[in-house]
């Protein structure tokens, strides 16, 4: 069953750090590009990063550009989200999913609370 | 930025209703479009990429058209599990979802 799990969410001050985990299993990981996408609470969903297969590149949102950082790791069939200076309006619950273009296989999401 | 515009916001409809969401890309992004379903509690659902491709699994009463700048999905009868809220996303120039349309009972 091709399966995604997130991990890592929590409350965290204001200008505090998370690291958010995803594990993929079920398909051949190391083929595909992935991706983070976040919905705050009540609100809609906002693409926050993709990773290309290889981990040689990556984009992001303008709103997280220099504060969020993705890594993978292919040995492993798991990605990453770094967050650093984390802010109020971060707070939202991150999904990953599997593809930079249309994404066909959500994780179930993990949440993240930025408050003092 | 490509900016996704959806309409309307919510949709008041009744089960076995044709209903049709208008999604509005702000430049050309060809068919580089996907739309989802999102029901309250989970993530979200693909239903249909490249404007009018049909994810597997996905009921025919679901439908997508368009190009360039102007797409929509359309459910030629509505079911209950229906109910949800749907979003558009483009994946011309990196990712830009649509801020979600609401399918409520009327």
């Known amino acids: 069953e091709v399966q995604l799990l997130e991990s890592g969410g929590g409350l965290v001050q204001p200008g505090g750090s998370l690291r958010l985990s995803c594990a993929a299993s079920?398909?051949?990981?190391?083929?595909?590009?992935m991706s983070w996408v976040r919905q705050a609470p009540g609100k809609g969903l906002e693409w926050v990063s993709s990773?290309?297969?290889?981990?040689?590149?990556?984009d992001y949102a303008d709103s997280v550009k220099g504060r969020f950082t993705v890594s993978r790791d292919n040995s492993k069939n798991t990605f990453y989200l770094q967050m650093n200076s984390l802010r109020a309006e971060d707070s939202a619950v991150y999904y990953c999913?599997?593809?930079?273009?249309?994404?066909?296989?959500w994780g179930k999401g993990t949440t993240v609370t930025v408050s003092s | 930025d490509i900016q996704m515009t959806q309409s309307p916001s919510t949709l008041s409809a009744s089960a076995g209703d044709r209903v049709t969401i208008t999604c509005r890309a702000s430049?050309?992004?060809?068919?580089?479009l996907a739309w989802y379903q999102q029901k309250p509690g989970q993530a979200p659902k693909l239903l249909i990429y490249k404007a009018s491709t049909l994810e597997s699994g996905v009921p025919s009463r679901f439908s997508g058209s368009g190009s360039g700048t102007e797409f929509t999905v359309t459910i030629s009868s509505l079911q209950p599990d229906d109910f949800a809220t749907y979003y558009c996303?483009?994946?011309?120039?990196?990712?830009?979802f649509g801020q979600g349309t609401r399918v409520e009972v009327k």
């Open positions: 999913a599997k593809s930079r273009f249309y994404m066909d296989v």
């Open positions: 079920g398909f051949r990981f190391n083929m595909y590009a």
């Open positions: 996303q483009q994946y011309d120039t990196y990712s830009t």
């Open positions: 990773i290309r297969n290889s981990g040689d590149s990556a």
């Open positions: 430049q050309n992004i060809s068919r580089w």
